[in-house]
């Protein structure tokens, strides 16, 4: 037990310069004038007070090893930042072999600078967490950074970052076990992302990359190979237990459908493509890109091609995932669905109005993803293609069925003229349309808006 002091909880008094706040938090650190570190939190409702004022703290100590007032009133005297002292710097080991596992508790609280590699960033709804690491060494890294929002560029997996803030863990204390102040899960807590410097941009090209690209690639090939052979084995099959008689005849219709049925799946799937894969293969051409020297002009536009080839199948399978959680996640309700998805579309906002007409019916559960794929896809053109500012929805649902109906305020087009080589979009909207044994109708003119309705049967 030599190592663990119990505090008793008593009024204290300290007088110092606030290292730390920020005003959603109902805690701050604070420096005193001798230089010991301590985190004070609030009562319920009351304000922290701003980095760099000068404070006097009254409050309970905490039963723990650490530098912690509880339930602490705070007076502001004046504000002066550069009461701040300067952060000690560590590199990580020292850090790591000052605090483990029953280092220097006099370090909780305290503002410190740390370097090391950036080796994982998990976005969070109200936060982003980063994982800095050197060797077997690694701290968390808290960010005031939204999911939502955009993190800096180079902010990513593979560089080298110094992170300033902070110093804060937990302490384990079990009287049973006889385990006192032993120190886990380090953190360093930063005001703000501008705290999380840049040292050095993370690598864009590596033999384990340049495997991996290629590996990517042949897994890719071998699913697509597979899944032709498996198309085609089945019609084989069927035409072989056709008589004789019939066979030819029956053998060209049943091609010639596969065929077709083949490439408009074929042309679906590539246009929603194969996530898994595409995501690391679109990295890895983006690494090999920054890679080449200046003098690889042929070889950079080869792989710009591919590059592009590659993300536009992504975004087709991204829109397909997209379905499938909101479908998952949402409502049984299918305008309640189409609202509960809108919501999670930020560029939709103020843009997207939904309306409905007659008696809403239950819709069957396997409508739901292919209703909100073409909902998606009608909405985005309209905003991307069609430069609209507004979209209107709107289904009515009928006696037999419903109709659906995206009619915008766009340049418009001609519905008539040849629909651009590689251009899946409305092919998809439509074709998933009448799986679903609908129909679709669009009504379009250059200047005008585009209208498109599609009628469902039920």
Known sequence: MANFLVVAAALTNLAGVVTFARGNLPYFFMCELNGAAWRVSLPEGAHAPLTGDVVEVAGEREFSVKNRIADATVSVTTNDVSAIPPPMVFDVETLFSKLLPFGNTGLYGAL????GMLRDINRRQNSTQLLVGEGDCNFQVELPVEISDSLPDDLKIGATVR???????????NIEEGIFGRIENIEIIPPSVDSVEIVKRAPFWTPARIWAFFGWLVVLLAVLFGWVTALRGMVAKKTAELSE??????????????ARRERLRLAADLHDGFQQYLAGAVFRLKAALNYLPDGAKECR????AVQDALQHTQAGLRATLWAMNEESEGPESLMELFGFAARRMPHWENAVEFSSEGEERPIAHKYAGSLLLILQEAVGNALKHGAAKRVKVHVAFEERGFALSVKDDGKGFDPSAARPEGHYGIAGMERRASELGGTTAIESAPGKGTTITFRIPL
């Not at 410190?112 to 370097?115: I, N």
């Not at 008689?245 to 049943?254: D, E, H, P």
């Open 112 to 115: 410190v600078s740390s370097e």
């Open 301 to 304: 536009e080869q792989l710009l």
């Open 163 to 173: 992170v300033t803030g902070i110093l804060a863990y937990t302490s384990i204390e």
């Open 245 to 258: 008689s019939i066979r030819l005849r029956v053998k060209a219709r049943v091609e010639a459908d596969a």
